[in-house]
């Protein structure tokens, strides 16, 4: 199962990067697209591995840790100077984004971690667990040698292997996948909850915000990808054409385009000029 990258702009030019031939979880972009990393497995072996964009070359594989426990989730921090990984065992460990070196642990949770984010700013990062756990972690490049306690955790609902957290690009707000299929907006600052959105029949598996912080959209279980007005919290469109669960969403930088994947194995790309029009009533 390699990693496959395709223009954002056509769908086209299909290219592969070898490595990860059994499953990958995560894939994450170098900020300056430079290099690209994985959290994915050949067998029963699991590994981080590090291309570099142009070339298709391996850069460097962060191997299988003690124990056999698999990585499952892979961040860049958005200086691109480390990868912050998440590991079944609970940790979130620190690597040099060079050469793939050990840092640091920043901290650990009690059930694996599922998924990883770092403000636009780079100043928090937060992990997601298994148990739905989300902790907020304070991001200081010198303090990395040594873990921290996170600033705050709040809880979300965690219905598998999908990151379902995200920051608002100023990073006063962080969105959850919430229990009963809601999404919930919680206080950067203080960890307060602040709103709880309603609307989705199922599971909520995904959550991003478009570059500019005028939009929100989750989508999940109930195959809908639904946009809300990102000032207001209202819900703004539904947008329909997935036939099973979302499970991925992602706004193309600098684009006014919002991609969303799904288990109906199609990749869909929707245009964000549109939503400025009516909402749905």
């Not at 030019?13 to 959290?39: L, M, N, Y």
Request: with cysteine; hydrophobic share 35%.
């Amino acid at each position: 199962m390699p990693v496959e990258v395709r223009n954002a702009q056509t769908g086209q030019g299909s290219v592969e990067f070898p490595g990860h031939r059994t499953i990958v979880f995560c894939v994450a972009w170098q900020p300056d697209g430079q290099r690209i990393a994985a959290a994915g497995g050949n067998g029963a072996r699991f590994s981080v591995k590090v291309w570099d964009a142009q070339t298709k070359r391996e850069v460097f594989t962060v191997p299988e840790q003690p124990g056999g426990m698999e990585f499952q989730a892979v961040a860049f921090s958005p200086d691109g100077g480390y990868l912050v990984t998440g590991n079944r065992d609970g940790a979130v460990q620190v690597w040099d984004a060079r050469n793939g070196q050990p840092v640091g642990t920043l901290g650990t949770h009690d059930r694996e971690v599922r998924g990883v984010v770092f403000t636009r700013a780079g100043t928090r990062v937060a992990s997601v667990s298994g148990d739905g756990k989300v902790k907020v972690w304070a991001w200081s490049p010198t303090r990395l040698g040594q873990a921290q306690k996170p600033e705050f955790e709040c809880q979300a609902r965690s219905p598998g292997v999908y990151l379902n957290v995200a920051f608002s690009p100023d990073a006063q707000c962080l969105v959850t996948g919430g229990e009963g299929n809601t999404v919930k907006i919680w206080d950067v600052q203080t960890g307060r909850e602040l709103e709880t959105l309603r609307g989705h029949t199922g599971d909520v598996c995904a959550v991003a915000f478009s570059p500019d912080g005028r939009w929100l959209a989750t989508a999940g279980e109930d195959t809908t990808v639904r946009i809300w007005d990102a000032t207001s919290w209202k819900p703004r469109h539904t947008l329909r054409g997935h036939t099973g669960l979302v499970s991925s969403l992602a706004f193309i930088p600098k684009s006014q385009r919002l991609v969303s994947g799904s288990r109906d194995h199609t990749v869909k790309v929707w245009d964000v000029t549109r939503w400025e029009e009516v909402p749905d009533r």
